[in-house]
Structure formats: C-alpha cells, structure tokens
C-alpha cells in the first residue's frame, strides 16, 4: 500500500502543491545514519548526504506533478517515505498524458546527472579530493546515488516509474487494460527475479523493495481486471460524467467507505444497500474526477 498524507507530516506547500513527510522516514533515517560507515571524518556530512537525498527526490516528484498539470491533469499532494517519494498525480485517461506525467520524473534524475558530473569535475581540477576530502567524497556520492535512482527508476517493474512507463508505451497499441495487464504481469516476473537476487546477496533494503513491488504488481494486476469488467458492462441510459461525458457502468463498481461492500452507486441512489450510508457524490470510473451524483444528470 502506498503511503497517504494521513499518516505524514506536513512539509510546505510550493507551486500549489502539498509536501507530506511520512512518519517512518524518520526511523530508516536514524538507523541508515547510525549504520552508514565512516566515509565522511564527522557524521555531520552523512546527515547532509541524506537530506540531499531528500532534495533529489523531492525534485523527482515535482517533475510528475508539474508535468501532469501541463497536461491538465491534478496534481497537488507529494507524500516522502524511505521507499522514495510518491506524487499523486491523476491526468487525463489518455496514454501520451499518462506518459509524460510519468516520464517527467525520471528526466529530472537525467537533467542532474551533466550537473552533477560538472561539479564532480570541478572539485576535482580545485584538488578538493586532497584538501577537502569530505566535500569531495560528498559531490561524488551525490553524482553516483542520482545515477543509482535513475537506474533504478526506469526498471520495467511495476509501479516503479519505469513499468508505468511501459504501460503507457503499450496503451498506445493494446489499450488501457491490455497494457495495465502486462505491465503488471511483467513487472511480478521482474520483483520475483530482483527478489532472488537480494536474498542471495543478503540485500535487506532490495528484499523490502522487490517484496512491496511485487504487491504493487499484484494490485495493478488487480485493476486491470476490474478495467476489464468495466469495458465489458453495459453503460447507464440518460447519466454521463459532466466531465468525459462517459455513461456510469451498471454493477457493482463502487465500495462502501463505511462497510467496504460492494453495490451499485446510480442503481440505489447513492444508498448502500448492505449498512444504509449515503453518498451524495462519487468518482466517475472512466476519467477519475470527482462529482455529485446529480451532476452526472439526465441527458
């Protein structure tokens, strides 16, 4: 499960977008200090070296917020975690604005690696390596941590930004199901081997990795089925979303936030049937917007 705002701190708010720091991030913080060797004389310089990390990522997610509202997407919650960062962007169901929200991320990790290289280059010709070690073992891992989460990144592991990236490419071609499907499936196969591979190197923070992955996998390929049941229901006559002007599919699409049971939304009005809460509102299943339900209206 992906980490929420709930369960975060709140940083700021910049470019109309809200920063979350997850509560566990300061635990993986304390312990990756307390067991990150002596490359630097004082422990000072691995608290900078972390919160740096911290900036990189914090760049990262910008790129997909900033890049999904230039598509008309939403875009206004970052929630940081050790695992990373996560942006919650939502833009439009269309496979190029998908693709570019996602691929903008990475291409910010692309755009700090000549950076970085050039400042590497730098402290070298100064001697900095001789004179200051500390600063120059700082730029460094800088320029090799960047180049590892880029790397890491683009795996066609899903959800990583890499296997959403291969599932835009194939929504082109074989549709949003199809892609979400193999993606996903793609992506188990690709955990599992990563998985392997960080138990036979005794990689704790690989196996944490690979193991969310895999779950990450698990769920998309979840979804992909539910897509597959949405395309093949029959659409409401008369309703349609204000927003993609879609008709509501008939069935039970829609969980209960009260007794998590499934029911029909436009069927019952807005009433669970199962423990009687209403709902005055809904998402439309096509596009993801928000609405009430008398705004999807008679047409």
Not at 178 to 198: C, P
Not at 199 to 219: G, T
Not at 271 to 282: L, Q, R
């Amino acid at each position: 499960m992906l980490p929420s705002h709930k369960s975060s701190i709140h940083l700021f708010r910049f470019l109309g977008v809200d920063v979350f720091l997850h509560y566990s991030w300061f635990v993986v913080a304390i312990v990756e200090l307390s067991y990150s060797g002596h490359r630097y004389s004082s422990y000072l310089w691995n608290v900078y070296e972390y919160l740096a990390i911290f900036g990189i990522v914090l760049m990262h997610e910008y790129g997909h917020a900033l890049a999904c509202r230039s598509v008309g997407g939403r875009a206004d919650q970052i929630v940081l975690w050790p695992l990373g960062g996560v942006a919650y962007v939502a833009p439009p169901p269309r496979p190029g604005a998908t693709l570019w929200s996602l691929a903008a991320g990475p291409l910010v990790n692309l755009l700090l690696v000549p950076i970085l290289f050039v400042g590497l280059i730098v402290v070298r010709r100064l001697n900095v390596e001789s004179n200051m070690p500390d600063t120059y073992e700082f730029v460094r891992s800088l320029c090799v941590i960047n180049v590892g989460l880029l790397c890491f990144n683009i795996l066609p592991i899903y959800p990583l930004d890499g296997g959403q990236i291969l599932r835009s490419l194939l929504w082109f071609f074989l549709g949003r199901t199809r892609s979400l499907l193999i993606a996903s499936t793609t992506g188990m196969v690709a955990a599992a081997v990563l998985l392997v591979f960080a138990i036979r190197s005794r990689r704790e923070w690989f196996c944490v990795l690979a193991a969310f992955a895999i779950i990450q996998c698990w769920s998309g390929f979840q979804q992909a089925r539910l897509l597959a049941r949405l395309e093949a229901a029959p659409r409401r006559d008369g309703l349609a979303c204000p927003n993609c002007h879609k008709s509501p599919p008939v069935g039970e699409f829609w969980s209960c936030g009260r007794c998590r049971r499934p029911f029909d939304m436009f069927a019952t009005h807005g009433v669970c049937p199962h423990c009687g809460a209403v709902f005055d509102g809904t998402r439309c299943m096509e596009c993801g917007q928000g609405h009430r339900l008398v705004d999807f209206g008679q047409i």
